[in-house]
């Protein structure tokens, strides 16, 4: 997959991207140090949800986005033991809570059109604040 993506920013000739492998529960990159971090369906895997996106908020410069694309809340069990979905989705709320908890200011969610299995695909964004930099100054 990285490697397929490397090729695709490339070819875009996209010279400010940088695409890591790693944890993402303890990514070890400095706080604040980038100005968009995509978490594109990972979550639903995850045992906590929530300290990985309190990981990737705390990777949010001022004036930066987190943009997090999973599944809304659904009840497709057979994903559990097909796929290893630990999470059947997720509560725009219960998104809206963490990005708020972890200091980011969550935009209002979008939810794409379901596919043919009834999945309907969420994006919430949340961007923390340029002026959390200007009182740190």
Same mark, same amino acid.
């Given at each position: +997959?990285?490697?397929?993506?490397?090729?695709?920013? *490339?070819?875009? %000739?996209?010279?400010? #991207?940088? /695409?890591?492998?790693?944890?993402?529960?303890?990514?070890?990159?400095?706080p604040?140090?980038? &100005?968009l971090?995509?978490?594109?369906?990972? /979550?639903?895997?995850?045992? &906590? =949800? !929530? !300290?990985? #996106?309190?990981?990737? $908020?705390? /990777?949010? +410069? =001022?004036? %930066?986005r987190?943009l997090?694309?999973?599944? $809304?809340p659904?009840?497709?069990?057979?994903?559990?033991?097909?796929?290893?979905?630990?999470? /059947? %989705?997720?509560?725009?709320?219960e998104?809206?809570?963490?990005?708020?908890?972890?200091?980011?200011?969550?935009?209002?969610?979008?939810?794409?059109?379901? &596919?043919? &299995?009834?999945?309907?695909? *969420?994006?919430?964004?949340? !961007?923390?604040?340029?002026?959390? !930099?200007?009182? $740190?100054?």
């Amino acid at each position: +997959m990285l490697n397929i993506a490397r090729a695709n920013v *490339s070819r875009a %000739g996209l010279e400010k #991207v940088e /695409l890591r492998h790693g944890d993402i529960f303890a990514t070890r990159l400095p706080p604040e140090s980038a &100005d968009l971090v995509l978490v594109h369906q990972v /979550l639903h895997y995850l045992a &906590d =949800p !929530a !300290a990985a #996106v309190a990981e990737a $908020a705390r /990777l949010v +410069m =001022p004036g %930066g986005r987190l943009l997090i694309i999973d599944f $809304a809340p659904h009840q497709l069990e057979y994903l559990r033991e097909e796929h290893q979905h630990r999470r /059947l %989705g997720f509560a725009d709320e219960e998104m809206r809570r963490w990005l708020a908890d972890a200091g980011l200011t969550p935009s209002a969610p979008i939810a794409l059109p379901p &596919d043919t &299995d009834g999945l309907t695909v *969420s994006i919430w964004t949340a !961007a923390r604040s340029a002026r959390a !930099a200007e009182r $740190a100054a």
